[in-house]
């Protein structure tokens, strides 16, 4: 097991850089000003429009204006709740749930509130070291391979729990699933077998299911089932109810960690006071659901499954590996096999591998080291989700949900995103 500690005690914030992800697209934006074509493959983000009743909502809601409970609406942690119980088959409610403005500012309390040790394998979304960072904390990083689909196993917890003769010492595991940069889920037994190792150390889970809602055959599975008395659930509306400019996050806690919940909600009160309340009411009819947003939810997961399915492809042939993602939005390449031809070219590693796609062949991307691997690692993050979503949604509801989506689909609507593929496959190909 390849076990790196990250040590940050010193709390000094210079150096610790814009999140990558917001960082580049804003380097995109500058770029398409100065006239510069650029394919933003950098952000995740959904492409698709906000369901209609939750837009309807918020209209009808624009003129709430007091400051809500810190915790959250409560009919919105009532809604909330009762989602985690009819899709995650859990126990939970209004009383488990805290509202938060986005789960990144949640997952930031967390850490504050937290007094043991947060464990996190890699590769892992762009913000869970920094903010540990931001408050000098330690991070115990567990780098996963190719081979073990980047997951996290239960030996590798295991080992880590026994390898510091401090078995029991506190410590909050941080898993997501489907996982953001490589797209790819857990089995049940997989969550099975960590729940039983997490039960046994006494370790805490924050599951990041952020994606949750868009795991590609609509068959997600929460840890939480199998570990409800010791798994914090992190969701919200961000990425299936496609609006991540909203700022609505939520956590899901267990009864027993209500200390934790009253620390984090003590924290809010002393800082952002309480989310949006107009958001906050649309949230109650996003979580709440319907027919109209299983359709089209249904209808994402379309689209992004058989998207995934052709870019994976296109980058295979190009000499990559790669999984095939099974939710999400994003491919995490690797391109070691080709490494030859690439360290020719003088591309040792993931920042310059990306740093040479955006000059040479116009595409954004996000290297495999913001993603706490290894420099030399020749890997990447493309978030296949630069499509125009309202066109791509409207025309596949006009195929009926159980046939795949005819041949011609992604090269008319998906066409930038097959584009911004092609240029990677081919900037790496140069030479070869
Ligand atoms: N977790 C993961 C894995 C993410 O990709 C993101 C990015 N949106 C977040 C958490 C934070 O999302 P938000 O703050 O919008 O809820
Ligand atoms: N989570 C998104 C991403 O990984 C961007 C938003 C963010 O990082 O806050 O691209």
């Not at 950098?42 to 809601?61: D, E, H, R, T």
């Not at 509801?397 to 092609?422: A, M, R, V």
Request: hydrophobic content about 35%; proline content about 5%; charged content about 20%.
């Amino acid at each position: 097991m390849n076990l790196q500690k990250h040590v940050s005690l010193n709390l000094n914030l210079r150096g610790l850089g814009e999140s990558p992800t917001l960082a580049m697209s804003e380097r995109c934006r500058v770029l398409r000003e100065e006239g510069k074509e650029v394919f933003n493959m950098s952000i995740g983000q959904s492409p698709f429009p906000v369901p209609n009743s939750v837009v309807k909502a918020l209209k009808m809601y624009a003129r709430e204006k007091t400051y809500l409970p810190v915790r959250g609406l409560p009919e919105l942690r009532t809604a909330v709740a009762e989602h985690h119980k009819q899709k995650d088959g859990v126990n939970l409610t209004a009383d488990n749930i805290l509202i938060g403005p986005g789960s990144k500012v949640l997952m930031y309390l967390l850490q504050l509130s937290f007094y043991g040790e947060i464990v996190v394998p890699t590769p892992c979304w762009v913000s869970y070291v920094p903010q540990a960072q931001l408050i000098g904390r330690q991070v115990q990083l567990i780098n996963t391979t190719y081979e073990e689909k980047w997951h996290l196993t239960a030996e590798n917890l295991e080992e880590l729990c026994q390898s510091e003769h401090d078995t029991y010492r506190p410590r909050i595991v941080i898993l997501n699933y489907p996982g953001n940069p490589d797209g790819g889920s857990y089995t049940a037994d997989e969550l099975k077998n960590i729940a039983d190792v997490a039960r046994e150390y006494e370790v805490i889970l924050l599951s990041d299911e952020i994606y949750g809602q868009l795991h590609h055959k609509g068959e997600h599975v929460s840890v939480a089932k199998y570990y409800p008395e010791g798994t914090i659930i992190s969701s919200g509306m961000s990425k299936w109810c496609a609006c991540g400019g909203w700022r609505l996050g939520t956590f899901a806690f267990p009864d027993k960690l209500d200390w934790l919940m009253n620390a984090m909600s003590d924290a809010a009160s002393q800082t952002y006071t309480s989310v949006s309340s107009p958001i906050q009411w649309a949230g109650v009819t996003a979580f709440k659901g319907s027919v109209e947003i299983e359709r089209y939810l249904w209808h994402a997961r379309r689209i992004f499954s058989q998207l995934s399915g052709q870019c994976a492809e296109m980058l295979r042939d190009a000499g990559a590996r790669v999984h095939d993602p099974e939710g999400a939005f994003y491919l995490f390449p690797d391109f070691s096999p080709i490494a030859d031809n690439l360290e020719k070219r003088g591309i040792n590693g993931s920042v310059e591998l990306c740093d040479a796609i955006l000059c040479e062949n116009h595409v954004a991307t996000i290297p495999g080291a913001a993603f706490q691997r290894p420099e030399n690692e020749l890997t990447l993050r493309m978030s296949y989700c630069n499509f125009d979503g309202n066109k791509a949604l409207a025309a596949s509801e006009t195929i009926p949900l159980h046939e795949n989506l005819p041949d011609d689909f992604l090269e008319k609507y998906c066409g930038k995103t097959l584009e911004s593929t092609k240029r990677i496959c081919d900037y790496v190909n140069t030479g070869a």
